[in-house]
């Protein structure tokens, strides 16, 4: 028992962390809700309460067992496509279709869990290719049929594609110290990313004046992109704990993902407005759909995976 909490010590590390940080925050927004407008001061508590509950979900699963976190990850794609399609204008030939792309889900995550990554890799992105379409032309209804089968294979593989790397990272192998493993390195990517994702936000409220997407989102700056970016890359340092990179390796990917994790931003940016939303739903209190807490990961993700998997990988 003893080898097994040391074997989680670093993830221990990280979870005490976070919660020290978590409750500066909530003492910073108790001391704040009075001297700002009540409206702020709902959606900063409910903002707080909501990551206190990410955070416990989170680590409880990774702590629990390795099939608790791929079911907590699985869900999350689940309900990302779940957001995805509820704003499609599907059709009713596409109902069965829909139902065998849900179905993809969990099959995706038992080939992960199974340690099968040859058929992770390639069961969305062929096999789900050639059996959707299939599907659609069976229903016999040929109007709109490229739309459907092209928005439908997208959304599986942004969603549930990209996503499910962060699964493939928890299961895969690492050439590395002790303590090091696939469930630390998902905390590595994850903390830095999401990071990234609140400094840019902050650095761009601070300096922004240079947009760079305005059409897509106005929101975004060159301030906040830089200065965001680098500061996640420059606090993934401390984390190089969980990762077997050295420091020059941590920076430089943590500056790849976070860089991938804006790129992934701005797209969901574009779908969104695509579809004249401003949240892609109201799982989360104060924040939104879970696409819009993990879209930075749909691209994230798959990068950091490959590069890790390439460079790091146990043979």
Avoid at 263 to 280: E, N, Q, T, W
């Amino acid at each position: 028992m003893l080898d097994a909490f040391a074997g989680l010590a670093p993830i221990w590390r990280v979870a005490v962390a976070v919660l020290a940080v978590l409750v500066v925050a909530s003492a910073a927004v108790l001391a704040v809700r009075r001297r700002v407008t009540p409206a702020l001061a709902s959606e900063l508590v409910t903002r707080t309460a909501s990551w206190w509950v990410m955070a416990a979900v989170f680590f409880g699963a990774i702590l629990l067992h390795r099939w608790a976190a791929l079911a907590l990850l699985a869900f999350a794609s689940f309900w990302a496509l779940k957001e995805y399609l509820t704003l499609l204008p599907t059709r009713p030939a596409d109902h069965r279709a829909l139902a065998w792309a849900f179905l993809a889900v969990p099959i995706q995550y038992l080939w992960i869990g199974a340690g099968w990554y040859g058929m992770a890799i390639i069961f969305i992105p062929v096999y789900m290719f050639l059996l959707l379409p299939l599907r659609m032309v069976l229903a016999g209804d040929t109007h709109g049929f490229v739309a459907s089968a092209t928005q439908l294979q997208w959304g599986l593989m942004a969603f549930v594609f990209g996503l499910s790397h962060l699964g493939m990272l928890l299961v895969l192998p690492v050439a590395g110290p002790p303590g090091v493993d696939g469930r630390t390195l998902l905390l590595f990517l994850v903390i830095t990313v999401e990071l990234s994702d609140v400094l840019q936000f902050c650095w761009g409220k601070l300096l922004g004046r240079h947009r760079v997407i305005p059409s897509v989102s106005p929101n975004k700056t060159w301030e906040g992109l830089i200065g965001g970016v680098l500061s996640a890359a420059v606090i993934a340092l401390t984390l190089r704990f969980l990762t077997p990179f050295s420091p020059a390796e941590a920076f430089g990917i943590a500056l790849l993902a976070c860089l991938a994790g804006f790129f992934g931003g701005a797209v969901m940016s574009a779908v969104k407005r695509d579809f004249g939303v401003k949240d892609f739903g109201y799982l989360i209190p104060g924040h939104g759909g879970m696409l819009d807490r993990l879209d930075s990961l749909c691209y994230a993700a798959p990068v950091f995976f490959h590069c890790v998997r390439y460079f790091f990988g146990a043979p």
